[in-house]
């Protein structure tokens, strides 16, 4: 979604807040209970989850090795819920003809860094460019190339955009500072 105006243009940049890390997480959190709750039933020696036995699970070596599994999942998928929860990563990317800057905005981990501020004089910027790699997994990463400092990047990693929404994306920054499109 973008807010644009004959001097402001606002590009939201979506975070970890997602289904799918949604998902990811409900999966690890489900599997990870599981294996603790097993690893648990054979130190105990009664069955805590109705319907999946533990009996032929010895509790020194495989049902330590579960609960081990079990609590280092739970810890991954707290990680993945807090992510989400605090949508790190998301933000937006603001250019103000007006002032004469750029701003980019971005949430981060709970902590003195929380708000990632990165504001740039509009003069500054050189070219949006893009890094592009091909293959079994392509990557392709649009940026801008700042006089002096290295290169920013406006798109998500992990962000799968064909060559076409690349072009769209790269063409709005462009347009709005009339800076040039490299990498195309």
Known sequence: MNCRSKWIQVDFVKGSRTFANSCWACILVCGATGFLLVGLSSCVGEDLIPGLSSEHIVFIPQG????????AGLFLGLYLWCTAFWNVGGGYNLFDKREGFFSIF??????????????LVLKDIEAVGLESKEGFYPRRILYLKVRGRQNIPLTRIGESLTLGDVEEKAAEPARFPRVSIEGF
């Open 64 to 71: 330590i090795v579960m609960c081990f599994y079990g609590i």
């Open 106 to 119: 971005r949430w981060g981990f709970p902590g003195t860094n929380r708000r990632i501020r990165i504001r």
